[in-house]
């Protein structure tokens, strides 16, 4: 790591161990979702579903907010 990444990580508290423990967890969370979401994706794919437009996700967002 540069030495000027590891002094502003330094001087904004990202390097003690409850920082370190916190940006860990959230990235393995964000990885998980990243590997969760591609998974789905392979299967919609196997499956032969057609993509949506962007259109058609906009209406299901709307629609959904609406409930």
């Known amino acids: 790591m540069p030495d000027a990444t ?3 990580a330094r ?3 990202l390097l ?3 920082a370190l ?3 860990l ?3 393995l969370r964000r990885r998980q979702a990243a590997d969760s979401l591609l998974s ?3 299967r919609v794919a ?3 579903i057609e993509p949506m437009s962007m259109d058609e996700i906009n209406a299901e967002v709307k629609a959904a ?3």
């Open 6 to 8: 590891a002094q502003a």
């Open 11 to 13: 001087d904004a508290g």
């Open 16 to 18: 003690t161990p409850q």
């Open 21 to 23: 423990e916190r940006l």
């Open 25 to 27: 967890n959230d990235a």
């Open 40 to 42: 789905i994706a392979d």
């Open 46 to 48: 196997a499956a032969g």
């Open 65 to 67: 907010r609406a409930k």
